[in-house]
């Protein structure tokens, strides 16, 4: 119940903080944003060499940590003020294959990742649905309208098929192919 170390902040954490093996040593550090800055401490409370790392836009909400491909080689989402979905790497720069996601509503949640065979693709949950996005943002796959919108809080399913399966307005159960 003792406190073990505190840093001086000044800012206001954007919802999230998660650990990541920065150096891949088996330690880990606690990612998080603040402002429009990306900063990341070590368990000590030390800030980590080359952080905060500014992002030019403030962040609303994240980052959330992603390893791709198993080499702890992170990239990192965030959803900023002006309603924008980005990836970046952990120096602050996209990779020269996103496009970003701009969904049309307001985006209520971090983007969610699904492994559909070997593709990926992001789930975005906005006020009114639920989007789905190319691994590399853009524009929404299908967006369905009126009764047909998938619901905002509905279970996005990947069958064996390929398939996604979720609910939608109307009380119907679809799927769909991607």
């Known amino acids: 119940g003792k406190g073990l170390w505190g840093i001086p902040f000044d800012g206001k954490l954007c919802g999230t903080a998660g650990t990541i093996d920065?150096?891949?040593?088996?330690?880990?550090?606690?990612?998080?944003?603040?402002?429009?800055?990306?900063?990341?401490?070590?368990?000590l409370g030390r800030f980590v060499k080359g952080f905060p790392v500014e992002l030019g836009k403030?962040?609303?909400?994240?980052?959330?940590?992603?390893?791709?491909?198993?080499?702890?080689?992170?990239?990192?989402?965030?959803?900023?003020?002006?309603?924008t979905i980005e990836m970046y790497d952990l120096k602050g720069r996209k990779?020269?294959?996103?496009?970003?996601?701009?969904?049309?509503?307001?985006?209520?949640?971090?983007?969610?990742?699904?492994?559909?065979?070997?593709?990926?693709?992001?789930?975005?949950?906005?006020s009114i649905r639920?989007?789905?996005?190319?691994?590399?943002?853009g524009e929404p796959l299908t967006t369905g309208q009126e009764s047909k919108m998938r619901r905002p809080d509905t279970e996005v399913r990947v069958l064996d098929s390929g398939e996604i399966e979720f609910d939608c307005y109307d009380g119907k159960t679809r799927t769909i192919v991607l």
């Open 22 to 43: 920065y150096y891949a040593n088996g330690k880990l550090q606690i990612l998080f944003g603040a402002g429009s800055r990306i900063y990341l401490i070590d368990r």
């Open 58 to 83: 403030d962040i609303l909400l994240g980052p959330a940590a992603y390893d791709f491909n198993g080499i702890r080689k992170y990239n990192i989402m965030v959803l900023h003020k002006d309603n």
């Open 95 to 126: 990779p020269s294959s996103w496009k970003g996601i701009h969904a049309p509503e307001t985006v209520k949640s971090l983007p969610e990742r699904v492994k559909v065979g070997d593709r990926s693709f992001w789930v975005v949950r906005t």
């Open 130 to 137: 639920t989007l789905i996005y190319p691994f590399e943002g």
